[in-house]
């Protein structure tokens, strides 16, 4: 865990710990797999042992955020459960039992000169994630960070700092067992808001930067960091029920998609169904929202046909771009598979969309047309996510274009460079 001194500035705070980073990042590149096996495997069995203590400490981050006023959204995301440690204990475990790819070789092609070129899988460094009230982040964020041979910045919430704080003690004691050093994982608990204007610049000892939290954070580091970044802004995700749709699945998903958590990023947020259909599917998927208390707000179709079954509210433009981590859902009716293309490409957030269809033409051109970095057929957006892609966790979803796109695992974590193999050729 990092202490800082308050006498420093908070320039000389982040050099501090930059450096720390950038050398165990040395350390780490040639860590072997065991080595950081073990480490997964060491944290694994610690959370166990400290299950009771760790719910007490995240148990006092809850008492002050209702104390504070905070919305049962981010209460939602700031607990910790059993079920929560159940899950990170087994990610842990796949993160520890999946391919290691630092050293791997591919693509070794033989030229006309003689010379074989290939490319072979590097970590990226020094990995700095800035991330709110998600305390299962720090677990996440490290366990990646170690397995794929970089060192990490941690910086949480102070929302969570109970929670944060003895996650970092047992990232630490994993650590130390297994004679690697600590400065492998550096978690900040000074609450200066000027160390995350500091870390978001250090350019000299940071070489990637992901933050995971609100909007206004994400905002915030889009205008003001020269690190690059991976990250997405908001998760507004759209269900398109197609007029081929089988009627009944779509009710089971379309309900799962918004009402199994409503404060992560791939909850539905908006639904699309098509005219040929809405009749008998709405009020259907209506009256199952009706009684779990979801606020339907509803263009003119939808609201003509669901206000004969419970209360609606009339859609406002502004909420085509809503993400509301709530029980509110948007919906809208749509003539044709284009328009619901057109909906989502023009109001979407790029993260993730589904279609349900049994229409083979359709779900080929929403898969192919959709610009967003995950894209379903026939199932829950709540499938986005870095456990159930089977990469162990994830460190952040990106919808960013270029270098990562969607839940990011361990590759998302790497780079490549070229290696070339020769036998004395000499360039003509």
Known sequence: ?????????????????????????????????????????TLTDLLGKNLEDLLKANNLDIVEAEKNGLSKAFIDRLTISVDTVA??????????????????????????????????????????????????????????????????VLRGGSDAKHSNAFLAGLIQQALS???????????ITDPDRDLVGELITAREYIDVLIPRGGKGLISRLMQEATVPMIKHLEGICHTYVDESADI???????????TQRYSPCNAMETLLVNRKIAGTFL???????????VELRCDQASKAILENFGPVKDVTETDWSEEYNAPVLSIKVVDALEEAIDHINTYGSHHTDAIITN????????????????VMLNTSTRFADGFEYG???????????IHARGPVGLEGLTSQKYVVFGHGELRK
């Open 1 to 41: 865990m990092v202490f800082t001194n308050v006498s420093q500035t908070a320039h000389d705070k982040i050099a501090v710990i930059g450096k720390k980073a950038r050398a165990a990042s040395l350390i780490m590149a040639k860590a072997s797999s065991k080595q950081k096996n073990n480490v997964l495997l």
């Open 87 to 152: 899950q990170m204990a087994a990610g842990l475990r796949q993160i520890a039992s999946l391919r290691d790819p630092i050293g791997e070789i591919t693509d070794v092609r033989p030229q006309p000169s003689g010379i074989e070129v290939g490319k072979m899988r590097v970590p990226l460094g020094v990995v700095a994630i800035i991330y709110e009230s998600r305390p299962n982040v720090t677990i996440d964020a490290a366990a990646l960070c170690l397995k794929s041979g970089n060192a990490a």
């Open 177 to 187: 067992e297994n004679s690697i050093t600590s400065d492998a994982v550096q978690i």
């Open 248 to 258: 009944d699945m779509a009710v089971a998903v379309c309900d799962n998609a918004k």
């Open 283 to 293: 009020p259907k998927i209506g009256a199952i929202y009706f009684k779990k208390g």
């Open 359 to 374: 229409n083979l033409e359709h779900s080929e051109r929403f898969l192919r047309e959709v610009d967003s970095s995950s």
């Open 391 to 401: 990469l162990g966790a994830e460190i952040g979803i990106s919808t960013d274009k």
